[in-house]
């Protein structure tokens, strides 16, 4: 099998063979304004074949197997499987020959429709409820090298004579002309861009090429990951949707959102921030934080952190960090139309933040791997981001005694934070658990430098405590991947077999370019850091799929990704790190 993009677009190309001579090719894609996916198959025998294609599916509508219903409507050409309000539709171009409603335990007469494939003739049960499977079929009679072409449409919608309606509509459009809309859209989207001349590759074209190309597939992956209506961005497709193995990845958590808002602010596309912004307008919660994550409309999603100890902290700071960020790339009466529009939004935010650090440091609650429960180095940054930013926007608002009052708040939390967790080894704590300040070196303690910036490389004790924070980072997170290194995310980490993460590698990278360009001469030093940040960007490069994607994790035996894919995460630390070596040019 072999998987690709089709060039810059978000088209899948799969092209599968057999020994006997069948060659299949699929191009999947979303059509441009309607809720369908689109699967052209083109199917080539080098032999004269006789025989059968079918199309099996066994949607879970309603993410349930439970009380589905389905229906094949043969005069219409429709087979639609429901629950509820939810329909999902297929229809077929040409239109299908058989059809099964099926039931996948097999009660009573009715057949599997995965069964029922192999005797190669469907037995046209119209409709049934339960547990559904569904197939639907097609005559196939090629000549030596001819190609077949068949077109089937997934389509979703709300309401029956909604889900009618709309596969009404896709069959009297042409192929050429839906495919043409969707390479349309991505060519559209990506001239939006902001372009990479990044000079500093010059010696090296082929990277300076495979990079460009991953910067793009990184910006075409936030653009499938991100709620255009809703303002909302998922961590990751779902893939685990029972939590068997992880808690699932299908919803938004403000702090990944954040990062790929921001990251596409960066690359020219502000627009994304600014819907984030008024949907977390809409999911605040009542004492001013945000819930751990949401479902994508902004309807709290099953959670592990429930109460004042399990929340996650860092992620109302990091809220508030994204605004004051996007505020501060404003203009004219557009800023002072969004201060209007935000003010009560920050101003709980950060009034919870105040409740939550009386004592300087935050009061207990789980880290942001969502695994431990204690006061955190990163939390502790990431409130004081926060902090700063919504003083910030005080300050703006002519608020001064307010600004004056959270910004003294953040100084104290970070005055606490390196007094009582910085270590005398040279690092940051990963924090203070069952009250004990603990001596494991958490990747995530860089989130102090960047993002967050509680440490500034311009202050030269500050710069010896950044240097310090990576140095021990490399020398024991770092992780021998193929003969080249990614970087865990804490020692003894376990999570899926304690792999290399993405997130955290680029993470270092990012850490290592801001600091070369925060230096005012091209000496040793700023080689130093950029050639290594440059390495640790070039392990990530080797890691992504054939299509371009960029995992959570590394597999730490084969260098292949591995586990979620793609991460919004990863995708936004990747253009945040090509946009800084971009900045090389200009210093």
């Not at 997934?154 to 309606?165: K, N, P, T």
């Not at 230096?519 to 850091?529: G, Q, S």
Request: proline letters at 2%.
């Amino acid at each position: 099998m072999k998987q690709e993009f089709q060039g810059d677009t978000n088209i899948v190309k799969t092209h599968l063979s057999h020994f006997s001579g069948i060659e299949v090719s699929i191009h999947d894609f979303v059509h441009q304004s309607s809720t369908i996916l689109v699967r052209k198959y083109e199917i080539t025998s080098k032999e004269h074949f006789t025989g059968k294609f079918y199309y099996y599916s066994n949607f879970q509508v309603g993410e349930t197997h439970k009380k589905n219903s389905a229906f094949c409507d043969v005069n219409s050409g429709l087979l639609v499987q429901y629950m509820h309000n939810f329909y999902v539709g297929l229809a077929s171009a040409p239109g299908f020959e058989e059809w099964h409603v099926g039931k996948i335990q097999e009660n009573g007469w009715v057949a599997s429709a995965r069964n029922d494939m192999e005797d190669g003739k469907l037995q046209q049960n119209m409709e049934d409820i339960g547990d559904m499977d569904n197939s639907i079929g097609w005559d196939l009679n090629l000549r030596s090298g001819e190609t077949v072409t068949i077109t089937l449409f997934i389509g979703i919608a709300s309401e029956r004579q909604l889900i009618y309606d709309l596969m009404d509509d896709v069959l009297k459009q042409s192929n050429a002309d839906m495919m043409h809309g969707s390479e349309d859209s991505s060519d559209q989207w990506l001239s939006k861009k902001r372009p990479l001349e990044l000079s500093a590759l010059d010696d090296d074209p082929l990277i300076k090429k495979e990079l460009n190309n991953l910067y793009s597939r990184s910006l075409l992956s936030l653009k499938l990951l991100t709620d255009h209506d809703e303002g909302s961005c998922i961590a990751a497709p779902e893939f685990d949707p029972a939590f068997e193995m992880c808690g699932g990845y299908g919803f938004c958590w403000n702090r990944d959102a954040v990062e790929s808002v921001l990251a596409l602010m960066n690359a020219g596309y502000p627009e994304y921030a600014e819907k984030f912004i008024g949907w977390c307008k809409r999911t605040q919660l009542p004492d001013g934080s945000w819930f751990q994550r949401y479902w994508l409309d902004g309807k709290e999603a099953p959670s592990w952190g429930n109460f004042d100890d399990t929340t996650q902290i860092d992620e109302t700071g990091s809220t508030l960090y994204a605004v004051d960020r996007y505020y501060r790339e404003l203009e004219g009466t557009k800023k002072d139309e969004t201060l209007e529009n935000i003010r009560e939004t920050v101003w709980k935010g950060a009034e919870y933040l105040m409740g939550r650090t009386e004592q300087g440091l935050h009061d207990p609650c789980r880290c942001l791997w969502e695994s431990e429960k204690g006061i955190f180095s990163y939390t502790n940054a990431a409130i004081y981001a926060g902090l700063k930013g919504a003083a910030h926007l005080a300050e703006e608002n002519d608020e001064h005694m307010l600004a004056k009052k959270w910004s003294d708040r953040a100084d104290l939390v970070r005055k606490e934070t390196i007094d009582k967790l910085w270590l005398k080894e040279g690092y940051f704590s990963r924090g203070i658990i069952d009250n004990n300040v603990h001596r494991t070196i958490d990747s995530s303690m860089i989130g102090t430098f960047i993002p967050f910036g509680l440490l500034s490389p311009t202050d030269p004790d500050e710069k010896g405590m950044i240097l310090s924070m990576i140095e021990h980072i490399e020398k024991t997170l770092r992780v021998s991947v193929n003969g080249y290194f990614g970087i865990k995310r804490y020692e003894n980490d376990d999570y899926i077999g304690g792999n290399p993460w993405v997130v955290t590698t680029l993470w270092l990278s990012r850490a290592l370019l801001t600091l070369a360009i925060s230096l005012k001469n091209r000496d040793d030093e700023y080689d130093l850091l950029v050639n290594k940040a440059i390495e640790y960007i070039k392990w990530t490069m080797r890691s992504a799929t054939s299509t371009g994607l960029l995992s959570e994790q590394v597999d730490r035996n084969t260098g292949k990704a591995a586990w979620a894919r793609p991460l919004g995460w990863s995708c936004a630390l990747f253009i945040e790190n090509a946009l800084l070596l971009d900045q090389l040019k200009e210093e």
